[in-house]
């Protein structure tokens, strides 16, 4: 749609153009007859032609712009709902396939325009939170003997931060890796935080994309969706 509109402006010009050039050649190949009190008839004539042609040229340069303009604001607004849509998609998405739970669209209720990066202030504290963790187990589970209750400690801290944004996969690996602690299994304390890292840097990538997403919609003047349906 840009692209004919932009068509029909150039077109335009070029008319208005190829007018003006023969109107002007006209004028100055035509003999000078000069009518009544002024001497200088066709020059005077040529002057008035001249004054209309440049006052078309510049209407028709308002007209493109107008055009493009318009083209401009009709692109943002479907960009804007383009980036609404995938928004929505990704978030109904990570709820249905239980990366996240309600407790994170419950925050996102706490979010309104006085306060639009509430959600990403607080899983930002939770990333910076859980790399912590996450180290800090890494290092308890190479010791020698393993102080299973120190592990059990920092997953016990991990399972709620989790908890507190949602992120319902890690808090469920978080539950089986406590299991594991309170066994003395070793093996299995390996395996849950393999796979809790696992999870989640799984949600972690999810949410910046999300948290982009939303600068975006923003940036432009649009607003935020939630999705309605509970999963």
Avoid at 11 to 17: F, M, Q, S, Y
Avoid at 53 to 79: F, L, S
Avoid at 181 to 210: I, P, T, W, Y
Wanted: aromatic fraction near 4%; include cysteine.
């Amino acid at each position: 749609m840009r692209e004919k509109r932009e068509s029909k402006a150039v077109a335009v010009a070029l008319k208005e153009t190829s007018v003006a050039a023969s109107t002007t050649t006209s004028l100055a190949g035509a003999e000078c007859k000069p009518s009544g009190p002024c001497s200088g008839g066709c020059a005077c004539e040529a002057d008035k032609a001249a004054a209309v042609v440049a006052q078309k040229q510049q209407q028709g340069a308002a007209e493109q712009e107008e055009d493009v303009a318009a083209t401009g604001a009709e692109e943002a607004v479907v960009d804007v709902e383009r980036l609404q849509k995938e928004l929505l998609d990704l978030t109904e998405t990570l709820l249905a396939e239980e990366v996240l739970d309600q407790q994170f669209t419950q925050l996102q209720q706490l979010q309104d325009e006085s306060n639009p990066e509430f959600v990403s202030e607080v899983v930002s504290l939770f990333f910076e939170d859980s790399g912590r963790l996450l180290g800090e187990l890494t290092e308890s589970l190479k010791q020698e003997p393993i102080n299973y209750v120190a592990v059990d400690a920092h997953v016990h801290q991990f399972k709620g931060s989790s908890s507190s944004i949602g992120a319902q996969k890690v808090k469920a690996v978080c539950i089986k890796f406590r299991n594991c602690c309170e066994a003395r299994d070793r093996e299995g304390c390996q395996k849950c935080l393999e796979q809790v890292k696992q999870e989640f840097n799984l949600v972690k990538s999810k949410l910046e994309h999300m948290f982009e997403l939303e600068q975006k919609i923003l940036s432009a003047g649009g607003s935020l969706p939630y999705p309605e349906e509970d999963y």
